[in-house]
C-alpha cells in the first residue's frame, strides 16, 4: 500500500478528528498532498491540498475549521478537523505523489447532529 489514511470515525456536531495518511517515501518526498471527499450521491470534491514547501490550500467550506500539514520525516499528511459539521459527513481520501497520481483507501468520517 503506497497511501494509508486513518483516523475516521463518528463524532458529535462540534467534535474534532485528526487524519493521517502515510505515505511510502517515492510518493510523498517534495510532492503536493491533499484531501478529498466523496459524500453520498456526490462527487468526490478537494477539501485541502499542501504543496511540498508547505503551502496550504482550503475548499471554502472548510476554512477556519480544518488545517492540513505534514510531516516529510515521517512521510505523512495530517487533516486536524474541528468543529465538524453533519455536512462534513464523507469518506476522505488521500492522494499525492507526481501529477496526483496516487490515492489511499479512504476513511470514513461521520458527523452526527
Not at 491533499?34 to 508547505?54: C, D, F, H, N, S
Not at 459539521?85 to 490515492?103: F, H, I, Q, R, S
Amino acid at each position: 500500500v503506497q497511501l494509508q489514511a486513518s483516523g475516521g470515525g463518528l463524532v458529535q456536531l462540534g467534535g474534532s478528528l485528526r487524519l493521517s495518511c502515510a505515505a511510502s517515501g517515492s510518493i510523498f518526498f517534495n510532492y503536493d498532498m491533499g484531501w478529498y471527499r466523496q459524500a453520498p450521491g456526490k462527487q468526490r470534491e478537494l477539501v485541502a491540498t499542501i504543496t511540498g514547501g508547505g503551502r496550504t490550500n482550503y475548499a471554502d467550506s472548510v476554512k477556519g475549521r480544518f488545517t492540513i500539514s505534514r510531516d516529510n520525516a515521517k512521510n505523512t499528511v495530517y487533516l486536524q478537523m474541528n468543529n465538524l459539521k453533519p455536512e462534513d459527513t464523507a469518506v476522505y481520501y488521500c492522494n499525492g505523489g507526481m501529477g496526483g497520481l496516487y490515492w489511499g483507501q479512504g476513511t470514513q468520517v461521520t458527523v452526527s447532529s
